[in-house]
């Protein structure tokens, strides 16, 4: 839907940076006031992340104001906090169609705007990326270029953003990391940094000495390298008396400078103001409230950080009504199933990197809360920590998204498949995820796993199948085992049957069939019987089976299919490159068998954002293309609808 500024709102005249400079200082306040209730207003109609960009406005705005973007380069760490940006950036008019199949990217894309300095979507990437501008712009001469980066206390948590800050603080090179302070990623923050971050905070003594030495550097930097080298001096004795211990970032050899109120906009300005014209390495600390000036979302901010569609007056988060009850979502049958399992088995154990929610292990981390574990923005140390568990007679099941899993890859194949330990990989929103875009979408999972040894990789067609799953995983000697799942919601209302194991490897037929087999694996299977009607009526009878292995593959079953068809349809939602389709194709190879094999999957190309039926349909693998796909093989229809 789409939404005009108000008229005579200052930024209804606002569409570039340029256009924000010609306002007075004085003036932003009102800016950031309009810009905040117009991320609202669009927001609440359309969907999106909403709370995080409500945060940082003010930085927003001071930022854009003082910088000279795009020259001067700005990377928001993650990208759910950059509406505010895209808005005073060229895109203010089409920001009704962000995350909309078709749309502007709900994150900051390179090929969208000159703007987007660096393309963004899983967290702690900025500082490393802002510093390979800076080196860049400092071998090529550019010394009047700044290079921002804003990251948030909860990405900086990751592994990534220390090795960042360790390399940057000897590079001297012109770059300004801004720690926006909230103590929020998507959940609480958890973990030391989380506590050392607020022994600054609470420290009046440093409060008082805050930023006045960013102002009192910035002068003396102009008058000469001597005179500003016995200023940093003295400012470090200043500071070390003040803090009474050692600051980390300062350690790290960044100039630190606050904490400052992150929603005064004017003094934002001014201290940006200064920080621009001291040379070297920076840290600004920032304190922010993620949902600030939406009253709902400041309280409770894990719910409002992507709420959907919601009544902007009484904050009501609005609901599909519906005559039934709905199937549940898979990441809810897993945080109810990983309870039920646990209650039986005392060795299980719950790993999630800084997901409770949006994986529902936090109803794990309330049911059993010594037995399940929030380890932060940190997927390399989520798995080896769960190895570590496994070598000790436990079995961790460790739940990452599909495309953050791919952080920690090595961790996967060294310290865990290497030494066969049963870690349970449970991979959340593998496949299409919709709105998030390329950097979300868990297209990789079925190849990367597949070809690692030791590993068993499966997934459900449905939510009793995860379940059973499992039940299965956490049997003696598993091993490594893999289950993906989608995002979204499963197919069954009666899903809580008893649990019971799958012998690893068997695969079932789903329906037996003439002239076509068509073979699945995983939810999208359902897509196969959504076309099974239309196809039946047409006088079409392709036999479906569900391979829910696609490793070790069901031989049997294979053998069964290759020797009773001469045309078979593989449909995964997941990459053609080495995934199920492969795996059937090496599979026909190392057997000698004859077959035409059509693969539907995601093909080797960037898929955007949209709803997930719209993006499975793009790829050619919904029900209404699975259908054709099996017209197009020239299957004969029966008889009796040919006579008719």
């Known amino acids: 839907m789409s939404m005009q500024v108000p008229a005579g709102n200052l930024l209804q005249k606002i569409n570039y940076p340029s256009d924000l400079k010609q306002l007075k200082v004085e003036e932003l306040k009102q800016v950031c006031q309009e810009l905040r209730q117009y991320i609202i207003d669009v927001?609440?109609?359309?969907?999106?992340?909403?709370?995080?960009?409500l945060g940082v406005v003010e930085l927003t705005v001071a930022l854009h104001y003082v910088l000279n973007t795009p020259y001067d380069q700005l990377v928001w760490d993650v990208g759910h906090q950059a509406y505010g940006h895209k808005i005073l950036t060229g895109r203010r008019d089409s920001f009704y169609t962000n995350r909309v199949y078709g749309g502007i990217s709900g994150f900051p894309k390179r090929s969208e705007s000159e703007y987007d300095a660096f393309g963004v979507g899983h967290s702690s990437t900025s500082i490393s990326a802002a510093l390979g501008m800076a080196v860049a712009s400092q071998y090529k001469g550019e010394t009047d270029r700044q290079h921002v980066a804003v990251i948030g206390d909860g990405a900086m948590t990751a592994g990534l953003a220390f090795e960042a800050l360790n390399h940057a603080g000897i590079e001297n090179s012109n770059i300004l990391v801004i720690l926006n302070d909230n103590n929020m990623s998507i959940d609480p923050n958890v973990g030391a940094l989380k506590e050392y971050l607020t022994d600054i905070t609470t420290s009046k003594p440093y409060n008082r000495f805050r930023d006045d030495i960013a102002h009192v550097l910035s002068k003396i930097s102009a008058i000469g390298p001597d005179a500003y080298k016995i200023a940093q001096k003295l400012e470090k004795s200043i500071k070390g008396t003040l803090l009474k211990k050692s600051n980390f970032f300062e350690a790290l050899k960044f100039r630190y400078f606050g904490p400052i109120d992150g929603h005064d906009v004017e003094h934002l300005v001014k201290?940006?103001?200064d920080l621009r014209d001291i040379p070297g390495p920076k840290l600004l600390h920032c304190i922010t409230v993620k949902g600030k000036g939406y009253a709902l979302a400041e309280k409770d901010q894990t719910k409002w950080h992507a709420p959907g569609l919601f009544d902007k007056i009484t904050g009501e988060i609005k609901k599909t009504k519906l005559d039934k009850p709905q199937p549940p979502k898979y990441q809810d049958v897993?945080?109810?199933?990983i309870i039920e399992l646990a209650e039986q088995n005392p060795k299980i154990m719950g790993i999630t990197p800084a997901m409770p929610s949006g994986c529902s292990l936090n109803l794990m981390m309330k049911a059993m809360p010594n037995r399940a574990f929030d380890v932060g923005i940190?997927?390399?140390?989520?798995?080896?920590?769960?190895?570590?568990?496994?070598?000790q007679g436990l079995i961790p099941f460790c739940n990452i998204y599909s495309s953050f899993m791919q952080r920690a890859y090595d961790q996967v194949i060294h310290d865990v498949a290497i030494q066969n330990l049963n870690v349970v990989f449970c991979l959340d929103r593998a496949g299409i995820a919709g709105a998030d875009g390329p950097t979300h979408h868990g297209a990789y999972d079925l190849a990367y796993m597949r070809c690692i040894p030791n590993m068993t990789v499966s997934a459900p067609m449905n939510e009793e199948e995860l379940r059973n799953l499992m039940f299965t995983a956490?049997?003696?000697?598993?091993?490594?085992?893999?289950?993906?799942?989608?995002r979204g919601n499963g197919v069954m209302v009666d899903w809580q049957k008893p649990l019971k194991a799958i012998k690893v490897g068997k695969g079932r037929k789903i329906c037996d069939g003439d002239d076509v087999a068509i073979l699945t694996i995983g939810h999208i299977g359902n897509e196969v019987v959504k076309a099974m009607d239309g196809l039946n009526a047409e006088g079409y009878f392709p036999a479906h089976y569900d391979l829910r292995f696609v490793k070790p593959l069901d031989a049997a079953l294979l053998h069964e299919v290759f020797t009773k068809f001469s045309k078979v349809i593989t449909v995964e939602d997941g990459c053609l490159e080495g995934g199920m389709g492969s795996a059937v194709l090496e599979f026909m190879a190392d057997n000698n068998y004859s077959a035409q094999v059509v693969r539907l999957g995601i093909p080797d190309k960037v898929i955007e954002h949209g709803e997930q039926y719209e993006l499975w349909g793009e790829c050619g693998y919904d029900a209404a293309h699975i259908a054709a796909q099996v017209k197009l093989?020239?299957?004969?229809?029966?008889?009796?609808i040919i006579a008719s």
């Not at 093989?633 to 009796?640: E, F, R, T, V």
Request: proline share 6%; aromatic share 10%.
């Open 378 to 391: 940190a997927e390399q140390h989520a798995v080896t920590f769960s190895a570590g568990l496994a070598t």
């Open 271 to 273: 201290v940006l103001r």
């Open 43 to 53: 927001v609440s109609v359309n969907g999106g992340h909403f709370a995080a960009s």
């Open 474 to 486: 956490q049997q003696d000697d598993m091993g490594p085992f893999v289950i993906r799942y989608p």
């Open 334 to 337: 897993f945080g109810h199933t």
């Open 633 to 640: 093989l020239g299957i004969p229809q029966a008889k009796h």
